[in-house]
């Protein structure tokens, strides 16, 4: 059975950065499942993975545009640690919801403090970066009636209700 829309897929791969730093991997865990067609990997991936079957590897660069966008220094800002109220013990790397500039939700994490001004980005940690991945196909199979509906898979591997 081929990769398509309304698929349920499983894939083994590992993630490396341009550097061959390894940033994830299923290596030792479960196999990632996700709804082909549903947004729920990077589009440059889901795109490649289109057509494949299990038993298929491959290796996929996905350029920044396709993954989780470019850097956008609009996204990062020096705020007075008053905003964190709450929080006794703030430190780099702690990630927060924000309203985001759409007037969602988005995460930003703490890159600096100095002082009173704590410095936020709101850039995924993977933006303006290309990603290599080592993919194999493990499985393939149709969806379900109520996956596709909730826009995930559902059990082993996927997501539970």
């Keep these: 059975m081929q990769i398509a829309a309304k698929k349920a897929?499983?894939?083994?791969?590992?993630?490396?950065?341009?550097?061959?730093?390894?940033?994830?991997?299923?290596?030792?865990?479960?196999?990632?499942?996700?709804l082909h067609g549903a947004g729920n990997i990077i589009p440059g991936l889901e795109r490649s993975l289109e057509g494949?079957?299990?038993?298929?590897?491959?290796n996929v660069s996905v350029e920044p545009e396709?993954?989780?966008g470019e850097y956008s220094p609009e996204?990062?800002?020096?705020?007075?640690?008053?905003m964190?109220?709450?929080?006794?013990?703030?430190?780099?790397?702690?990630?927060?919801?924000?309203?985001g500039p759409d007037?969602?939700?988005?995460?930003?994490?703490?890159?600096?403090i100095d002082?009173?001004?704590?410095?936020v980005d709101g850039n995924h940690p993977l933006a303006g970066q290309r990603l290599n991945f080592k993919v194999k196909v493990v499985n393939v199979r149709d969806a379900s009636d109520e996956?596709?509906?909730h826009g995930h898979v559902h059990g082993e591997g996927g997501h539970q209700h």
């Design 84 to 99: 964190f109220e709450g929080v006794d013990e703030l430190e780099v790397g702690m990630q927060f919801h924000a309203s």
């Design 66 to 68: 396709e993954a989780y």
């Design 52 to 58: 494949k079957q299990a038993g298929d590897e491959l």
């Design 9 to 34: 897929v499983s894939i083994d791969y590992t993630l490396t950065n341009d550097a061959g730093e390894v940033i994830d991997s299923s290596a030792g865990g479960a196999p990632l499942v996700y």
């Design 147 to 149: 996956e596709v509906a």
């Design 103 to 112: 007037g969602g939700m988005q995460i930003v994490t703490v890159r600096d």
């Design 115 to 119: 002082g009173n001004d704590v410095t």
């Design 75 to 82: 996204l990062v800002a020096t705020l007075n640690r008053e």
